[in-house]
């Protein structure tokens, strides 16, 4: 049973650009998570969904981002007209229930 | 909201020896895992313990919910093991966990 998939593993971007982050769960996981790190600090939160559905997106910023999970296919996590403050680890994680097994995480550098 | 704090916050051992980690929670929780983040940033997980004690290999944890906190114990350290270790809780049941600030753990040969 492969574990939970992101791609890509790093991405720079410009100012201004839009980045899209995915994430493949792992087999038979019907949650999905995102959580965002900031250099040296600990995981916080965005958003929690499942297929189709935003459950809570409490921790998400009201402005620029935006996730689905779509019916088919992985989750997407959309970040419009990035700023240098982007830059970070995205980290997926998924679930069938309660434990979260988390993803490798998308390095997202804004130059 | 919940306050997860962890101590120590730095530390540094010889190979082979044994160290305590410990996670504080501020309210009750329904949900408790600790995780390895390695020196290229993946996060490991170690144990989903939201009460009791588990054992796996050189590494066990102990959950005392009514007291509110939880244990990481590493015996024979190896280099290996190097990282930040970060617990993390659901206060609400509502499957977002809270990351704890993290102990940063250097083995050295």
């Known amino acids: 049973n492969a574990g939970v998939m992101q791609n890509p593993r790093h991405l720079v971007r410009r100012r201004g650009q839009e980045a899209r982050l995915r994430c493949s769960p792992m087999?038979?996981?019907?949650?999905v998570y995102w959580y965002r790190q900031l250099p040296e600090e600990g995981l916080k939160f965005m958003v929690y969904?499942?297929?189709?559905?935003?459950?809570?997106e409490s921790g998400m910023p009201k402005e620029r981002f935006s996730a689905e999970f779509p019916k088919e296919g992985p989750s997407i996590l959309r970040i419009q007209q990035v700023v240098r403050g982007d830059s970070a680890a995205y980290f997926c994680?998924?679930?069938?229930?309660?434990?979260?097994?988390f993803g490798p995480g998308t390095r997202l550098t804004v130059t | 909201g919940i306050q997860v704090e962890q101590s120590p916050p730095d530390l540094i051992l010889q190979e082979g020896a044994n160290s305590t980690l410990r996670c504080n929670f501020s309210?009750?929780?329904?949900?408790l895992q600790w995780f390895h983040q390695n020196p290229w940033g993946q996060l490991i997980n170690l144990f989903y313990?939201?009460?009791g004690t588990k054992q796996n290999g050189r590494l066990s944890a102990t959950t005392v919910a009514t007291e509110r906190y939880s244990l990481l114990y590493i015996s024979s350290s190896q280099t290996t093991d190097s990282g930040v270790y970060f617990c993390?809780?659901?206060?609400?049941?509502?499957?977002?966990?809270?990351f704890g600030t993290g102990t940063r753990l250097l083995v050295s040969p």
């Open positions: 313990i939201p009460s």
């Open positions: 994680a998924s679930s069938p229930a309660s434990e979260q097994y």
């Open positions: 087999k038979g996981h019907s949650h």
């Open positions: 969904l499942q297929k189709e559905n935003i459950i809570d």
């Open positions: 309210d009750s929780v329904n949900n």
């Open positions: 993390a809780v659901d206060p609400g049941g509502f499957q977002k966990l809270v």
